[in-house]
């Protein structure tokens, strides 16, 4: 066998489970930014918990609203509400 080349039995192809890890590490990483944030600022266990929920949930009604297929105008503070 040719020197620099493997065999078809010795190659290795890459894992399904190593295929989605960027993905879902590119997901949460705004989730780790957003709880870090939160615990930061956070007076309490329960003003921490309000607090991450909305700003977990504010990405995703952004989300839904510049993905319309006819998207209209639309106010900023919208997004922000």
Do not use: W
Request: glycine fraction near 4%.
């Amino acid at each position: 066998m040719a020197r620099g080349r493997s065999s078809p039995t010795t190659e290795k192809a890459p894992e399904p489970v190593d295929e989605g890890q960027h993905p879902v590490k590119s997901m949460l990483a705004p989730v780790r930014a957003i709880a870090g944030q939160t615990s930061r600022n956070a007076y309490d266990h329960a003003a921490a918990n309000e607090a991450f929920s909305a700003r977990l949930i504010s990405p995703g009604r952004a989300h839904d609203i510049l993905t319309r297929p006819h998207l209209p105008r639309c106010n900023v503070a919208r997004l922000h509400a």
